[in-house]
């Protein structure tokens, strides 16, 4: 009604039920188009996203404090209220991943599910969650899985990359310990090389127009996203056969790309012979 520009970030479809409204969702955006809506989406390239552990308590709960996890009652209404929340939205305790306990010697605990946990310990998902929610005062970050699919199972995801007014993104956090989210590292080499190279879902160059200069140009960063003179010299050399994710594998995290040679930011060299240039500063914030 107003005319606004809409961007619909972190298009995603949370939990195993959703994923069937992709197709509809993406419907109503066309949709919106077509009636003159100036409106577009962007996704990442996995089907997990990072958050805190608290992300699934009710507000409720958190606003009792300390007192909430004492409570028997709280406890009792909680368990209920998430159970049935999870299999409304088709989540299980093993989506739940921790990246990072964030608790004084729980380094073990990072890479493992709140029901790998549990079942360690012999005890309950739902009080596991809640221990590690109260030790860590909310801390603990978290993978959670299902977001648009799963392994195999990857038909919501691919309608939503595939989508010619989507832009990727990242929404990543990039820490040094801990089980790492894989879009940190992976996600534009992950579209590059997956999805554009081995499913063609879309060529190579609109891959890169998607996460370049259209992701630029709809932000309003005006000195960059193209390779011009007068431009902010941002440049990636990569090697389009080459390019890859190199993603989560049984007792590993995700690793580094491969296929990345070199990487200029604001037209300092940053990457060599795809080694980091130790002491290189040369980013910086971008405002649109």
């Not at 995603?12 to 969702?25: N, Y």
């Not at 990543?172 to 997956?194: K, Q, S």
């Not at 190579?204 to 902010?232: H, N, P, V, Y």
Request: hydrophobic residues 40%; proline residues 5%.
């Amino acid at each position: 009604e107003t005319g606004a520009a809409l961007q619909l970030s972190h298009f995603i479809f949370v939990g195993r039920r959703s994923w069937g409204t992709a197709g509809r969702a993406l419907e109503m955006v066309g949709q919106a188009r077509r009636d003159g809506v100036d409106v577009m989406i962007d996704a990442f390239a996995h089907t997990c996203g990072n958050t805190t552990i608290n992300a699934p308590l009710p507000y409720w709960f958190l606003a009792m404090g300390p007192r909430g996890y004492r409570s028997r009652a709280a406890r009792a209404r909680l368990r209920v209220e998430l159970e049935l929340g999870f299999r409304l939205v088709g989540f299980v305790y093993d989506d739940f991943q921790v990246m990072d306990a964030a608790i004084e010697g729980g380094e073990e605990l990072n890479g493992l599910t709140i029901a790998e946990i549990a079942r360690r310990r012999g005890a309950r998902p739902f009080d596991t969650l809640l221990e590690l929610s109260e030790r860590s005062g909310g801390e603990t970050l978290m993978l959670f899985h299902s977001y648009s699919g799963a392994p195999g199972h990857e038909g919501a995801l691919e309608a939503v990359l595939a989508d010619p007014y989507c832009l990727f993104e990242t929404d990543a956090l990039v820490r040094r310990r801990g089980h790492p989210n894989p879009a940190a590292a992976g996600t534009f080499p992950r579209v590059l090389g997956e999805f554009s190279r081995e499913r063609r879902l879309f060529r190579i160059e609109d891959a890169i127009r998607r996460m370049t200069s259209a992701s630029a140009e709809r932000f309003g960063i005006r000195d960059r996203g193209i390779l011009a003179k007068g431009k902010a010299a941002d440049v990636v050399v990569f090697d389009p056969e080459r390019i890859a994710d190199a993603p989560v594998e049984p007792g590993r995290p995700a690793g580094r790309p491969s296929g990345i040679l070199h990487v200029f930011v604001n037209g300092r060299q940053v990457v060599s012979d795809s080694a980091f240039v130790e002491g290189s500063r040369a980013g910086r914030v971008l405002r649109s």
